[in-house]
């Protein structure tokens, strides 16, 4: 074998030697490997002289690997010259399968079919020169076509022919299932072999200098020549493996007496545009109720001491058609018995019955009257109906405590203080007022009102005004919005626009009690495509006054007393009966510093003009009772309601006159 290999190192000289000189420049030189799909192609039956059964091996495939090096020079802008030595393997399995019939003799003599598996599993190996003619299609790729001269290294084979079915019956000798077993070398080897190259390959310069690549490539090598020449037998491969090269440059020093023309002029490479992370920013304002901006607030937090004289109106509504006591008023009734003082004004309207019951069981001699009423209209009609909501209303004051020989129960169809609308969509909130329980006393003091305390807070100012900008120049992901004091968020909202934004925050409605003295942080955080994140914050100083610490401290505070008149008839401004008797107790806890404020308010019945205006008509009548000028008298008519007009005591409650007393603590 050695006389093959130096006729392939001397063509290989040859070659190099040979090309011209010129074509140097930008040559290249590498290594080569990779793995391969190895197809025989074959018709023959048995090889030499050697035993074989098998009608007819007809091809198989098999897997191996190649490597090598190469060296390379250009032949103009696209085309180069590979040259190129590589070892390669062509190993490969064929396998043919004979139905046939064999005997059992083991109880009565007896054909059986059987299966015979033909195999040779071959080892052949080769090295080989491959001059290839490449051609740049574009880009980094790369189109190859040309053959390969090879030498055979390895030429050796192993047969055998195995008894596969019947799988559990059957030997040749002894326990041996398999006939033919044949190691040996291909009779008739092809010394030499040449086959046809074509292929592709791409290259990805690597490294600073960009004279380093990789080249991953495909090729597929079609025969020449067989395997044997005894046989018809050949090999086919496909190849998939990856190149590292490198790019020379001519070292040759030129002729003086050549003038080189000055090298092109390389245009400048373009300006890199760096891409900055968004640009935002956000601006907290304080804004007062009238509009007015106040651009560096600080928000004062005050806590008021309140007292509020609730009037009780002493009427239990229904629902139509229904004799079984709203939900609402059942929960109102254990609220008012864990707590009366700390009620607020509606959780009192909706426990008037346990506040009632309290008040019979300290004095045993009162009696009360509870009267059934039906608005008389659709299903809710009837003295049945009416009456089985008055004992309705006895069983809760029974539950509570009172003895029902002291309750009595009486029913009508409709009450004598009728609520009519005036418009006829109101005529559902009309009637739903109709439907009642009243409950009375000739003891003013089961229904005389109820005293609450409470905290008021107020803040000034009361709204937040945030001003937020956006702007991406590497396009916006996400960006959002959160205004939190310590770990509790307040406000929290997707800006997904690059542009300016205005959010308005009104603190009463994020629960005052619950303010601290910590400051208020708005932060904006974006994101753009590119992950870049900015993030701007503004922050308002909050001061908080409660009540202990003003008078600790002696900051001055003020005690607010309020006292409802709710015992207006529907559109009546006559005041009368314990609406007098509790303006002759306002005027007692007047003091000459005292600040009086009347506030006149009505439900949603009617239209708005006409509320108002019966609203300050209310105010100036108690203003009058009380002599306080009309300076001190607000008419706010349905704009600003008390209790929710939802709900029918609601609207019971909204028709009235507050009356507002404001006195300096020292």
Sequence with gaps: MLSPLRSLTCITLFLAITLPTHLLAQNE???????????HDANFGKLGSYPSCCPAFTGGSGTG?????WYGVSLGDRFRFLGRLTYSTESGTMTDEERSFVADLRDTAKVVNALFTHQIDASLASIGIEPLISFRAFGGLDLLLGARLAVTLAT???QTETLTEPSDYGAYLGDDRVWVDTQANIPDAAAFRATIVGGIRYVLPIGRGRSTFLAPELTYQFPLTGASSGVTWSVAQFRFGIALGWELRSSQTADSSVV?????????????VVIGPPIVSVHASGMLADGTIIPNPTIRIEETQVTTLHPLIGHIYFDEGSSTLPQRYVDGAKRALADTIALTPLEAAQGEIAIMAQRLNTDTKSRIKVTGNTSGQGADVGLDLARARAERIRDEFVALGIDSKRIDVSARNVPLKFTRATEADMLPLAAAENRRVEITSSDAAVLSPVSLGSIDVSLDPSDLRIESSVAAPGGLRQSKLVVRQGARTLHEADQLETSSRTTTIKLLNKDPRSFTADPLVAELTATDSLGKTSVALD???LVQLTVTKKRIEQ??????ERFGLVLFEFNDVAVTGDNAR???YVRSRMKPETLVRIIGATDVMGTAEYNRELSVRRAREVAKMLNVSEAQIEGVGEDRPLFPNELPEGRAYNRTVVIELVTPVR
Excluded: M, R, W
């Design 29 to 39: 030189v590498g290594v080569v490997g990779g793995g391969a799909l190895n197809f």
């Design 65 to 69: 690997f190649y490597l090598g090096g």
């Design 156 to 158: 050796s084979f192993h």
């Design 260 to 272: 080189k023309p000055p090298p092109p002029l390389i245009a400048p490479p373009p300006p890199v």
């Design 539 to 541: 922050t308002v100083e």
């Design 555 to 560: 900051l001055g505070d003020t005690q607010i």
């Design 582 to 584: 509790l303006i002759e």
